[in-house]
């Protein structure tokens, strides 16, 4: 079964951490592209970093590269999101994605490129 699994989300205090984690299963990783997005309350989903299988590369979005970086365990088919330094606006639904693309990642990811998605994650930034 295809399938994207994420976990870690929570609550946690401003200036606080969480990792969130997206484990692959049912596809072979090669061809794709995984992507971090996130929903905000009242907001429309909107990518967030992304990291090609193809050749390693990420990217991740102006607004959080300070505080948010993507990694991978080839290994274990599973992809983080480190989240430092949590803000109140950062509390959202977070998805992990998958999308068919063979090539370096430079600019963020969007909705429509991808077509395996998983069911979110609720991260809730609040003291």
């Known amino acids: 079964q295809v399938q994207l699994v994420e976990s870690g989300g929570g609550l946690v205090q401003p200036g606080g951490t969480l990792r969130l984690s997206c484990t692959a299963s049912g596809f072979t990783l090669d061809s794709y592209v995984i992507a971090w997005f996130r929903q905000r309350p009242g907001k429309e989903r909107e990518g967030v970093s992304c990291f090609s299988n193809y050749d390693g590369s990420v990217y991740v979005v102006d607004s959080v590269k300070d505080r948010f970086t993507m990694s991978d365990d080839t290994a274990k088919k599973t992809f983080y999101l480190q989240m430092n330094r949590l803000n109140p606006e950062d509390t959202a639904v977070y998805y992990c994605?998958?999308?068919?693309?063979?090539?370096?990642?430079?600019?963020?990811?969007?909705?429509?490129?991808?077509?395996?998605w998983g069911r979110g994650t609720l991260v809730t930034v609040s003291s």
């Open positions: 994605a998958a999308g068919r693309y063979e090539g370096t990642v430079d600019r963020p990811p969007y909705e429509h490129e991808y077509t395996i």
